[in-house]
């Protein structure tokens, strides 16, 4: 059955995972809908992202079942590099490729990967820097960049392959206050802009504002979740309560 | 020319200084055949010999075990044994073995010539610590880069190609320059086995001419230039490939 957009772009099922003997994931199940926003929160450790990680494939699982856009994530046969197109990841450390220029680290997946035309991708490109806000930064690099301009760069560098999904693992976690609104910033515009997003966060603030559901995740499974207006008002519980009391 | 010629002729009459190879024809050519030879040599060896430190410290990340082990074999046989044993090894004990071959002249000739004994040689010893220094600086590289590079979608050989590579070659130089440092110095060893290389030429003058200060200041002098020659080039290199904001 072809996977329609009315239907969830990702499926999460009973998905378990573990690392030797621990058990990091222990039956998660949720859907994510097509522009929705989801935000991921919990205590460290509780296996936030590696569930990001296994929707992309970077872990595989040993039991469950992910869906991204009907495909089967956790297939023996899977085409990674399918699901890679249609699932853009953001890392905490930004990761970029420190030999090349904020611009050629966005232009080098579309160009490398998909194969498509340089000056294209180019002009693409440099649309996205300026999109988040570092066009004039084309020609510096990561090095010469601060966390914040990094991140920025990394999200540009994830979108440039038009990914249906974004999948952000605290990604202001390494940022000082300051710059953490700038990357915010950007996040929110691209929500704004309908691209469903999966995001793990401790920045609550932000979480309440952007996300249309919340999902608290505790020892590998997840504890609580609904829109963020239920969820912070009148937390149910006690994992949860104690939690956003600790952070709040 | 001339007078070039003229001036060394002096020097030998007026201070028993006796440079045959800058008055005398034969030996002029001799001696830069003998250059032409090593330069010709040590650049072969030093390619082939990244080539085989590439490809070898690719082959020790994959799967097979029987593959790793392999290149560790190889590794260990051509690290811990001295490199004029090496090639007399080839020379004498593979040469023998392989059956001889018509030349144009129909006499019976090796099939593979001295040389290129001596090329197959140096290059699989230089290689065996190319093998190693390249994988060193593969090891340097972040994990998290190349997860990053997988997220957007490379292969594994697409990621080894255009990240990690890239970044291992700039950890790696400094030991590499050393290593090909080593190499042309080594290739002095096939005088053994008879290859018209420099300190054959040097010897075959000096062993007619009895001017055997003379030739060892000019063989040492000669070996300061093409080492400071390959030097100044891998400085070049290294300084192109630096990295700004990482020192590297
Ligand atoms: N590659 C791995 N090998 C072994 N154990 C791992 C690996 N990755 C994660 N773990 C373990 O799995 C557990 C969950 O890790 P995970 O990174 O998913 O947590 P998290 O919720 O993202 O935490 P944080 O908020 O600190 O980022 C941890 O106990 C961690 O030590
Ligand atoms: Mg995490």
């Keep these: 059955m072809a996977w329609t957009p009315d239907q969830p772009i990702i499926r999460i099922a009973d998905v378990h995972k573990s690392f030797g003997p ?13 522009g929705e926003v989801i935000c ?9 992202s590696t569930l990001l990680r296994c929707v992309n494939a970077l872990v595989p699982i040993e039991r469950g079942s992910i869906l991204v856009e009907g495909q089967e994530v956790n297939d023996p046969k899977l085409d990674k590099l399918a699901l890679r197109r249609k699932v853009g990841m953001v890392f905490q450390q930004y990761n970029l490729f420190p030999h090349k ?19 294209e991708v180019e002009a693409r490109a440099i649309a996205l820097l300026r999109k988040v806000r570092l066009a004039e930064k084309a020609a510096a690099y990561p090095g010469e960049l601060s966390g914040g301009q990094q991140q920025r760069v990394a999200i540009a560098r994830s979108l440039a392959m038009n990914p249906d999904v974004m999948l952000f693992d605290e990604v ?9 609104k700038e990357v915010l910033v ?19 603030g932000f979480a ?7 999902y608290f995740t505790d020892r590998g499974v997840i504890v609580e979740h609904g829109p963020p207006t239920d969820f912070f008002a009148c937390p149910r519980d006690p994992r949860t309560k104690e939690f956003l009391s600790q952070i709040l | 020319m001339d007078t070039v010629a003229d001036w060394f002729k002096w020097l030998y009459a007026a201070h028993g200084i006796n440079l045959t190879i800058f008055y005398d024809p034969l030996d002029g050519n001799r001696f830069l055949r003998g250059i032409g030879t090593t330069l010709g040599l040590s650049a072969i060896c030093i390619a082939l010999s990244m080539v085989i430190g590439i490809v070898g410290a690719w082959v020790q990340g994959a799967r097979s075990a029987l593959l790793r082990r392999l290149v560790q074999g190889y590794i260990q046989f051509f690290r811990n044994t001295p490199p004029l044993i090496q090639l007399y090894f080839f020379y004498f004990a593979v040469g023998s073995l392989l059956p001889r071959v018509t030349d144009m002249h129909g006499a019976q000739v090796p099939p593979v010539s001295n040389i290129t004994w001596a090329i ?34 490379y292969s594994r050989l697409k990621a080894y190609i255009h990240v990690v590579l890239p970044l291992a070659f700039r950890v790696s130089l400094p030991a590499l320059n050393n290593n090909l440092v080593n190499l042309v110095k080594t290739t002095t060893l096939s005088y053994a086995i008879g290859v018209p290389e420099l300190l054959y030429a040097a010897a ?18 000669s070996y300061v230039a093409i080492v400071g020659a390959l030097v100044l080039v891998m400085n070049r290199w290294e300084r192109a490939m630096r990295m700004p904001g990482y020192g590297v």
């Design chain 1, 22 to 34: 621990i058990e990091v994931l222990k039956g998660v199940t949720f859907d994510v809908r097509k």
């Design chain 1, 101 to 119: 220029t904020a611009l050629q680290n966005v232009m080098m997946a579309p160009i490398h990967v998909l194969k498509q035309d340089r000056n």
């Design chain 1, 186 to 204: 950007a996040i929110r515009e691209l929500a704004a802009e309908g691209m469903t997003c999966m995001i793990v966060t401790h920045e609550m």
């Design chain 1, 208 to 214: 309440r504002e952007l996300a249309h559901h919340i």
């Design chain 1, 172 to 180: 202001t976690a390494a940022l000082d206050p300051e710059t953490v």
């Design chain 1, 40 to 48: 991921v929160i919990g205590p460290s450790g509780s296996g936030k």
């Design chain 2, 204 to 221: 075959q003058i000096w062993s007619e001419v009895l001017n055997v200060r003379e030739m060892m200041n000019v063989l040492l002098i």
């Design chain 2, 120 to 153: 197959i040689s140096f290059s699989f010893f230089a290689g065996a610590f190319n093998v190693e220094i390249f994988r060193a600086g593969i090891e340097a590289v972040p994990r998290a880069t190349i997860e990053a590079a997988e997220a957007l979608g």
